[in-house]
C-alpha cells in the first residue's frame, strides 16, 4: 500500500497531466501583424471535435473590454461545445498595457478611431489564418498551429 503522500503526489501527478491535455487540446491565443500592430484573438475549439469544416462564431466584445473577460462572461465556449462550433474572440486596441480595447466604428471610439486602426483588415487577416490552421477547413492540423502566447 501507498503510503499517504506518494498517494497525493501521485493523484496530483495525474490531475496536473489531465487538466493539461484538456486546456491545450481547446483553447489557443493566437497572434497576427496587421498595420504594423501586433494583434491577438483566442479561439476555442470544441474538445473532441477535430472534423473537418466546423463552422466558426466571431465574438466581438465592446467598448472597453478585452477577449478573455468577453470569453469568460458570455459562456459562449459551452455553445460552441454543446453545438459544434469554433469560437473565436479578437481584442480590439488600445493604449499601451490597457486591456480595455475599442473597435474603430468609423466614427466612434476611443483609441482604434482616433489611431486609424483598421479592425476589418485584422479580422479578414484573423479569418485568413484560421482558415490555413483549424479544423474549419480540410487541410489543417491537430493542434492548430497558430502562434500562440496563452
Avoid at 473565436?88 to 486602426?117: F, I, L, M, Q
Avoid at 485584422?122 to 477547413?137: E, H, K, R, V, Y
Wanted: glycine share 10%; net charge positive; charged share 20%.
Amino acid at each position: 500500500m501507498l503510503a499517504p503522500m506518494k498517494k497525493l503526489l501521485l493523484f496530483m501527478t495525474i490531475f496536473c497531466l489531465c487538466a493539461t491535455s484538456f486546456a491545450q487540446a481547446a483553447d489557443y491565443t493566437g497572434h497576427i501583424k496587421v498595420g504594423g500592430r501586433k494583434r491577438t484573438f483566442v479561439v476555442h475549439i470544441p474538445d473532441g471535435l477535430r472534423r473537418k469544416n466546423l463552422p466558426v462564431v466571431i465574438m466581438l466584445h465592446g467598448g472597453g473590454g478585452n477577449a478573455l473577460q468577453f470569453e469568460r462572461q458570455t459562456g459562449m465556449d459551452a455553445v460552441a461545445d454543446k453545438n459544434g462550433f469554433i469560437a473565436v474572440y479578437p481584442d480590439g486596441t488600445g493604449k499601451g498595457w490597457s486591456s480595455r480595447y475599442t473597435w474603430n466604428a468609423g466614427r466612434c471610439c476611443g483609441y482604434a478611431e482616433e489611431n486609424h486602426v483598421d479592425d476589418v483588415a485584422f479580422i479578414s487577416q484573423m479569418i485568413d489564418t484560421l482558415a490555413q490552421n483549424t479544423p474549419s477547413t480540410p487541410s489543417a492540423s491537430t493542434p492548430p498551429a497558430i502562434p500562440t502566447d496563452r
